[in-house]
């Protein structure tokens, strides 16, 4: 009989002194090694056998990742090992509203205390929270890797379910999300089985700024999560806001092309076609009240 | 499979402790430290039984490995009261009947002085907020929230 409570199944627990260190051991631990830092989603896989790492490795002793800094210059940079209540309660973080409105869907505040958003971007989960406002914003990626140092664009990171960009060896030392334009406002909307604390049935981050370079005068960056293999990214929706007059009807063609992009499966929290159309619904939704905030 | 020593302080005591790496915080109080005030719910962090303060800010325990909290200091159920008097939040929950079976009790009182510690003034939505995690099949939460507020009033 399976156990209601499976504890955790057997494993090495690392703490690599250095990152040269850590990153090879990862590398010549490849694949029974596995990094984690809040292991809020590590743990629970593990318990239920999807991973079963022979080392944990630990990053959250190693430099680079403990970093919270916003510079003007460079903008707001969040390491691996920093959890997600301290980037809500993080002063200059209201520069990234919609970053912080995503960060407090997450779950509840004791997972909030250990959850971090490098790890909900390590994950590659379809249905992270964080994951849209940290592509809205453009988030770069520094990373420590046998080679050393170097950096990958979120966008583009994600290639299918829990799948990711990253090397054997690769750890995320942290985040940088570039100075967000002045005037942008940001609204995450996320439908889940009840009002907090679940998993996104569809979660939708919207980002509008006046943008004078645009037939509109408008530009919005869109990512939705839960709705297709990867954080999808309504790259037509995206057209639609920039190069027609912002008016309802361009809003229902936009949220009507996010519809048509999407490709949600049926699972546990809802089916396909209930995806498809709370995805039509609630762009409409983020995409007015954008609208409204910015003209007002 | 590694063990490991750990120095830890647990509500105020010293302790040192040899734990494996897949031993759990919680685990570790409740088998290593005879802490059985801090409960086994759902062992997937989403029910909250099992919450303790780690440095002060609430944690699930089943999320957390033993490994990590050396040299932490820790502070469960067990750990609320001080010199013989309830934590004014116990004593608060008892008088408003916001304790039906008492499983998820010490989870969500760890929670709610957790709260009442980074905000002494929570609005009732505040209150929800903090306690989202801690799941209670009994009481339907009115009252748990009302204990929470009362507690606010009173300190």
């Known amino acids: 009989m399976t156990s209601a409570h499976p504890g955790l199944p057997e494993f090495d627990y690392v703490k690599p002194a250095g990152l040269k260190e850590a990153s090879q051991f990862l590398a010549q631990h490849a694949p029974e090694a596995r990094p984690f830092s809040g292991g809020t989603d590590t743990f629970v896989r593990m318990r239920d056998g999807f991973f079963n790492p022979k080392y944990l490795v630990d990053v959250k002793g190693l430099d680079g990742t403990h970093v919270l800094k916003f510079d003007e210059k460079e903008g707001l940079t969040i390491g691996a090992a920093i959890p997600m209540n301290r980037v809500v309660t993080f002063a200059d973080a209201s520069h990234y509203p919609l970053l912080v409105e995503a960060a407090k869907s997450v779950a509840s505040y004791q997972l909030r205390s250990r959850a971090t958003i490098i790890g909900n971007i390590c994950n590659a989960s379809p249905a992270g929270d964080t994951i849209g406002a940290c592509l809205a914003y453009q988030g770069i990626l520094n990373i420590h890797g046998v080679d050393g ?24 030392l942290s985040i940088t999300l570039p100075v967000p334009p002045k005037g942008h406002i940001g609204r995450y909307i996320k439908l889940g089985r009840n009002r907090l604390s679940d998993l996104s049935i569809v979660g939708i981050s919207a980002m509008g700024v006046k943008d004078s370079s645009t037939k509109s005068g408008y530009k919005f960056h869109l990512a939705i999560a839960s709705v297709a293999p990867v954080p999808f990214i309504p790259a037509k929706a995206e057209e639609i806001l920039a190069n027609n007059a912002l008016n309802a009807e361009t809003v229902n063609l936009a949220a009507q092309a996010a519809m048509d992009a999407v490709t949600p499966i049926d699972d546990v929290r809802g089916s396909a076609q209930y995806r498809k159309f709370m995805v039509r619904n609630l762009v409409h939704r983020a995409v007015t009240e954008i609208m409204q905030k910015l003209s007002a | 499979m590694g063990f490991h020593q750990i120095s830890v302080k647990v509500n105020g005591n010293d302790e040192v402790v040899t734990v494996s790496s897949n031993m759990t915080l919680l ?37 957390v490995l033993a490994v990590e909290v050396d040299g932490q200091e820790i502070t469960t159920i067990e750990g609320l009261a001080k010199d013989g008097q309830l934590d004014i939040v116990q004593k608060t929950i008892i008088e408003k009947g916001g304790v039906q079976c008492g499983f998820c009790t010490p989870g969500m009182l760890i929670s709610a002085r957790a709260l009442l510690n980074r905000n002494p003034h929570p609005t009732e939505e505040q209150v929800v907020e903090a306690l989202v995690g801690n799941l209670c099949r009994c009481t339907g939460y009115s009252r748990i929230i009302e204990s929470v507020q009362a507690a606010a009033e009173r300190s």
């Open chain 1, 149 to 172: 140092y170097k950096s990958l664009p979120l966008n583009g990171f994600f290639t299918g379910p829990g799948k990711n960009l990253l090397k054997p060896g690769d750890i995320v």
């Open chain 2, 27 to 63: 685990r570790m109080l409740r088998e290593s430290l005879a802490l059985t005030g801090t409960k086994n719910g759902c062992a997937a962090g989403e029910c909250g039984a099992c919450t303790v303060m780690l440095n002060g800010e609430p944690v699930n325990s089943c999320m």
